[in-house]
């Protein structure tokens, strides 16, 4: 899948999630609200039976059956103030659903009825009640039931679970892919290297016959350059081999690995037609678990791409190293043409490359190398058009040393 493809569906997950969650409240919002309405009928149910159950000439049949039938119908707390907003005292009779502590004096319980009555005015009015005259006799201060206050966490409720659901989804799928494709670099690498090691024996063979057969000096120095190239290719191929194995790690001294690898880079930059310099700010040994042969493919490759990225005819690749404490950070800088932001964002993805030659395999491979079998960390720490980038490399240290 290519990045822009991938771009695509984290975009629609996201629409679809946002198209969930609002579809979700506005339904659990409507249910809310016909609750609040029903529970505001009944209330007002409430205040027309109350008001024949405070009369006088109420009998006692009419008594029983508002306290048996109707009062249990209600599940949400109720006060009954006078037009000053004050609780009608005593409040148990002048109440409903309102839970206090028994333990509670007169004034405290007090407190607590008109804070209830505060909250109340603050979400719902008051049914008022009035005589002939329109004069307030009493108001009505009612709060929503438990039920409205689940309904309305519901929707924030599922969407946790459809977030964990497609959170482990994501993972599980993620991971698996993971899986699949370093089952296909593993495959590739051995295959390749197997498929090398054929043709370097039989090429090692024929160059011991041609030591053999021409002793001058000129045709040495050829013998000793092609030693030298299928050695080279014996350790690509001894790499590919490693790809997908336990990588054997031993201490070593970066700063040592760095200066080999920068000499052998140097003598074979001028093919490049720049001058290019690879300035080592190292002022002291640094000993690390590596795998000599992994790690220095993981060298090899940034500064390659960082000779590559030199467009002038001078250029510069800086390597220069922070002690942390537990890890170390190699800083790799170039003063190449730089990288956009979007290229910057995809520089790791296997298969990407903006070169017209290549497989895009290189830096995905570095940082495979890096953080699979060092446990370490690789990223770009800054790049720029036309300022050039900074790669980092973290490492733990050997703590022995």
Not at 232 to 255: E, H, P
Not at 319 to 332: A, E, M, W
């Amino acid at each position: 899948m290519s990045p822009l493809s991938k771009w695509y569906v984290k975009v629609l997950l996201f629409l679809f999630s946002l198209a969930f969650i609002a579809s979700s409240i506005i339904y659990t919002n409507t249910l809310v609200d016909k609750i609040v309405g029903r529970e505001k009928a009944l209330l007002k149910f409430y205040t027309v039976i109350y008001e024949h159950y405070s009369d006088p000439s109420s009998n006692f049949e009419d008594i029983s059956f508002f306290e048996e039938q109707i009062i249990p119908q209600i599940n949400f707390p109720i006060i009954i103030t006078d037009s000053n907003d004050v609780p009608l005292e005593p409040f148990e009779i002048y109440s409903l659903n309102i839970d206090t502590d028994s333990t509670l004096s007169y004034s405290q319980k007090r407190e607590v009825y008109i804070e209830y009555v505060q909250k109340m005015k603050t979400s719902y009015a008051p049914i008022i009640l009035v005589d002939n005259n329109d004069k307030v006799l009493q108001k009505y201060y009612f709060y929503h039931s438990a039920l409205v206050d689940k309904f309305r966490s519901l929707p924030y409720l599922a969407f946790v679970v459809f977030l964990t659901f497609v959170g482990i989804g994501y993972i599980a799928f993620s991971a698996s892919r993971r899986h699949e494709a370093s089952k296909v670099w593993v495959g590739m690498a051995k295959e390749a290297a197997h498929q090398l090691g054929t043709p370097l024996s039989s090429l090692l063979a024929w160059l011991e016959i041609l030591k053999l057969r021409h002793e001058d000096d000129y045709n040495q120095e050829i013998i000793s350059e092609m030693s030298n190239d299928i050695a080279r290719l014996n350790v690509v191929a001894t790499r590919f081999s490693k790809i997908g194995s336990q990588a054997d790690l031993t201490t070593t001294n970066i700063r040592e690995l760095i200066e080999h690898i920068s000499g052998y880079f140097e003598k074979r930059l001028p093919h490049l037609g720049r001058k290019i310099q690879i300035v080592r700010e190292i002022n002291k040994d640094y000993f690390c678990k590596l795998n000599v042969d992994l790690f220095s493919w993981v060298f090899e490759n940034l500064f390659k791409n960082a000779a590559e990225a030199i467009e002038e005819k001078h250029g510069t690749i800086f390597i220069t190293i922070f002690d942390r404490g537990k890890s170390i950070r190699i800083y790799i800088r170039d003063t190449g043409k730089g990288m956009t932001k979007s290229v910057r964002r995809h520089v790791f993805s296997p298969g990407f490359t903006t070169k017209k030659r290549g497989w895009g395999l290189g830096l995905s491979l570095t940082k495979k190398i890096v953080e699979d079998y060092h446990k370490g960390k690789i990223w770009v720490k800054d790049s720029a058009l036309g300022k050039g980038t900074t790669f980092v490399i973290e490492l733990p240290k050997d703590e022995k040393i």
